[in-house]
Structures are given as C-alpha cells and as structure tokens.
C-alpha cells in the first residue's frame, strides 16, 4: 500500500503563487510515476502535471504549461506542484495520485493511489 497527502492549498488573489506538497509513505518502492490531478466542481478529473515513468521527464497540461512545475524531493519521498501566475479558472480540489504500471501517465485510470486532496480556490 501506498499513503499520499497533500498539503498547501488555500485561497489566493489571481497572479498570485501557491505551492502543493504530497507526501508519500508506505510502499514507495514501487511507484512507477507520480502525477496531479485537478477536479472543479460539476467537471471531469483531469491531468495537471505529472512524471513520465520513474526519470525525471514531465509533461503538463496545456492549461497549466509555463506556469505550474512539478518536482520531488526523493530524499523526502514529497512530490511538488509548483503554481505559479494563478487564475481564477485554476479553481479546483487538487489530488496527488501515483502508479503502479507503465501506462499512459495523463489518464487519471492508469493511477493506483490516490491522496484526499487539497482545495486551491483562486479569485479575481
């Protein structure tokens, strides 16, 4: 089994910064990749960030591209979601998810674990 929570939501005036932590306990060993999520209320989980494979690629989603980052600290077992530049339609619960499989890391499906999220509400 794999732990993740997630941490630094909060409410934030647009243009302004945030950064998400999610920290990971437990089996860690075998996570294959590690991604974000986001879901708004009345819509579709969908693909923020994430880490191809186990290396060190990302990719982002269009909407999100030049102004989020991912990192992690492996030392830490802690994945950061970097947000920079934010806008009110960035307004969502953001989950922190990891997989166990080689498989298409922007499908939210192809995630095993999943943290509670994290609320980031942004206005204008």
């Known amino acids: 089994q794999v732990q993740l929570v997630e941490s630094g939501g909060g409410l934030v005036q647009a243009g302004e910064s945030l950064r998400l932590s999610c920290a990971a306990s437990g089996r860690t060993f075998s996570i294959s990749g590690m991604g974000w999520f986001r879901q708004a209320p009345g819509k579709e989980r969908e693909f923020v960030a994430a880490f191809i494979w186990s290396g060190t690629n990302t990719d982002y989603a269009d909407s999100v591209k030049g102004r989020f980052t991912i990192s992690r600290d492996n030392a830490k077992n802690t994945v950061y979601l970097q947000m920079n530049s934010l806008k009110p339609e960035d307004t969502a619960v953001y989950y922190c998810?990891?997989?166990?499989?080689?498989?298409?890391?922007?499908?939210?499906?192809?995630?095993?674990?999943w943290g509670k999220g994290t609320q980031v509400t942004v206005y204008s």
């Open positions: 998810a990891a997989r166990l499989r080689f498989s298409d890391y922007s499908d939210y499906r192809s995630y095993d674990y």
